[in-house]
């Protein structure tokens, strides 16, 4: 098992910045790739991005974070990292960390790839 605890939500205005946390414990952090997903209200739940095992060397975003969302690890501090600048109101979700479903799998884009969710944490960015 993956326990992820998810941390640093909360409420900001249009063109402000938040970084998200996700403390993970169980499994060797390191061996999972790992994402971010967002949920909004009568939405369905949507990849937003995903780091590679071990380095992190390779990820992948959303088209709708490019340029805005960076996700990072540490795996001293077995933490996965979505650092999110020049919010919109439409970036209103509850954010889920999520690990890959395997060890040293691929990067984890679809909700059928995840093998372990956290319990999400709200983001909400008034216009």
């Known amino acids: 098992q993956v326990q992820l605890v998810e941390s640093g939500g909360g409420l900001v205005q249009a063109g402000g910045s938040l970084r998200l946390s996700c403390l993970a414990s169980g499994r060797t952090f390191s061996n999972y790739a790992m994402a971010w997903f967002r949920q909004a209200p009568g939405k369905e739940r949507e990849f937003v991005a995903a780091?590679?095992?071990?380095?992190?060397?390779?990820?992948s975003y959303a088209d709708s974070v490019k340029g805005r969302f960076t996700i990072s690890r540490d795996n001293a501090k077995n933490t996965v990292y979505l650092q999110m600048h020049s919010l919109k109101p439409e970036d209103t979700a509850v954010y889920y960390c999520?690990?890959?479903?395997?060890?040293?799998?691929?990067?984890?884009?679809?909700?059928?790839?995840?093998?372990?969710w956290g319990q999400g944490t709200q983001v909400s960015v008034s216009s």
């Open positions: 780091i590679a095992w071990k380095s992190g060397s390779s990820t």
């Open positions: 999520a690990a890959g479903g395997r060890p040293f799998g691929a990067l984890p884009t679809s909700t059928t790839n995840i093998g372990f």
